[in-house]
T-cell receptor, first 115, second 112 residues
Framework: SQTIHQWPATLVQPVGSPLSLECTVE??????LYWYRQAAGRGLQLLFY??????ISSEVPQNLSASRPQDRQFILSSKKLLLSDSGFYLC??????????????FGEGSRLTVL | DAKTTQPNSMESNEEEPVHLPCNHS???????IHWYRQLPSQGPEYVIH???SNVNNRMASLAIAEDRKSSTLILHRATLRDAAVYYC?????????????FGQGTRLTINP
């Protein structure tokens, strides 16, 4: 099975500061990677997904960006954080296998508080 | 994106079966039905998936309607540890990527 590592686990940042959340995957190669965000008491919002190195698809226009510099590394960034960026950020990974892409594995999450 | 509809919340008693419903009337022929659950302050956990036939695993059973427009997740004997938010999701394949778009889910409360 796959293991997803995320860091930092907890982050408190002032409004207007930059952000970098990192996700690495073990136990697989060429996965599809995802960033989700969960605001307090809400469901999961899909932010970005990637099918390969350098390939990023954005789901929701916002001041966040994602990059995939290596096969098993996925980074979420922002140049200037907003209060609304606070939330629980989850990285996920799965394999694409024809008609069924397989189980989605989630990391432990990074909790971001913007003050 | 394919959509699902679930009740906001459900309540059951410990050691009783739980049936969590999900409607997905716009499902396409190639969409898989996935169920995940999320405990507080954790990432979602895979529960089960299916396409057309009913499925069983160690965690739960998935009953899929013949027309595939609805499904039911069955927890055969609920425990307190089954209290979680349960998400029913249809996979959507776009540009080579499987997209799983989570809705609001059903918050399941288990009474001792």
């Amino acid at each position: 099975s796959q293991t997803i590592h995320q860091w930092p686990a907890t982050l408190v940042q002032p409004v207007g500061s930059p952000l970098s959340l990192e996700c690495t995957v073990e136990g697989t190669s060429n996965p599809n990677l995802y960033w989700y965000r969960q605001a307090a008491g809400r469901g999961l919002q899909l932010l970005f997904y990637s099918v390969g190195i350098g390939q990023i698809s954005s789901e929701v226009p916002q001041n966040l960006s994602a990059s995939r510099p290596q096969d098993r590394q996925f980074i979420l960034s922002s140049k200037k954080l907003l209060l609304s960026d606070s939330g629980f950020y989850l990285c996920a990974s799965t394999l694409w296998k024809g008609g069924f892409a397989g189980e989605l594995f989630f990391g432990e999450g990074s909790r971001l508080t913007v003050l | 994106d394919a959509k699902t509809t679930q009740p906001n919340s459900m309540e059951s008693n410990e050691e009783e079966p739980v049936h969590l419903p999900c409607n997905h009337s716009t499902i396409s022929g190639t969409d898989y039905i996935h169920w995940y659950r999320q405990l507080p302050s954790q990432g979602p956990e895979y529960v089960i998936h299916g396409l057309t036939s009913n499925v069983n695993n160690r965690m739960a059973s998935l009953a899929i309607a013949e027309d595939r427009k609805s499904s039911t997740l069955i927890l055969h004997r609920a425990t307190l540890r089954d209290a979680a938010v349960y998400y029913c999701i249809l996979s959507d394949i776009i540009q080579g990527a499987q997209k799983l778009v989570f809705g609001q889910g059903t918050r399941l409360t288990i009474n001792p």
